[in-house]
């Protein structure tokens, strides 16, 4: 383990090693989320993340080894709202070795700079509520728990 973390954006040779940490995200949400398949899923298109201009998908890297991952994606808000658009950020993940060292608060910090950098004011993400590590994580960097989204699951 190397002291020096650094970050840079996600390439396509990348990928391989993304779809990894995407399974893991998933296999940690899925006891948060009884509506995730129990088959194989894919949240993200990686690819177009990584081609898009209107997105970063950073990674921090030990040495060659990515670490952890996010990314911002500029979105369009709902009309009445005081802005047009936001950055919303996704695909949160720290190996499990690397969590504790503020890896993600820097990730969190670059896809900020990113987001202001094209001019957004507003940034969001989604969180499950029963995982308070990362709210705390989050508010940490500024964020405030702003919504909660209610679910129900009726009989047909």
């Known amino acids: 383990?190397?002291?020096?973390?650094?970050?840079?954006?996600?390439?396509?040779?990348?990928?391989?090693?993304?779809?990894?940490?995407?399974?893991?995200?998933?296999?940690?949400?899925?006891?948060?989320?009884?509506?995730?398949?129990?088959?194989?899923?894919?949240?993200?298109?990686?690819?177009?993340?990584?081609?898009?201009p209107r997105a970063t998908?950073?990674?921090a890297c030990d040495g060659d080894k990515i670490v952890a991952t996010g990314y911002a994606l500029e979105k369009q808000a709902r009309p009445y709202l005081d802005h047009e658009t936001y950055a919303y950020l996704g695909f949160m993940y720290t190996d499990p070795e690397y969590r504790?060292?503020?890896?993600?608060?820097?990730?969190?910090e670059a896809l900020q700079h990113w987001a202001m950098n094209i001019g957004l004011t507003e940034i969001r993400l989604h969180v499950y509520e029963e995982n308070e590590p990362a709210i705390k994580a989050y508010e940490k960097k500024g964020f405030k728990r702003h919504m909660i989204e209610m679910r129900l699951r009726t009989e047909s």
């Open 1 to 52: 383990m190397n002291n020096e973390i650094t970050l840079r954006e996600a390439l396509k040779n990348d990928v391989p090693v993304l779809l990894q940490y995407e399974q893991e995200v998933v296999k940690a949400e899925r006891p948060m989320d009884p509506t995730i398949r129990n088959n194989d899923v894919q949240y993200y298109d990686l690819d177009a993340l990584i081609e898009n």
């Open 57 to 59: 998908l950073m990674v």
């Open 100 to 108: 504790g060292r503020g890896i993600n608060g820097k990730i969190v």
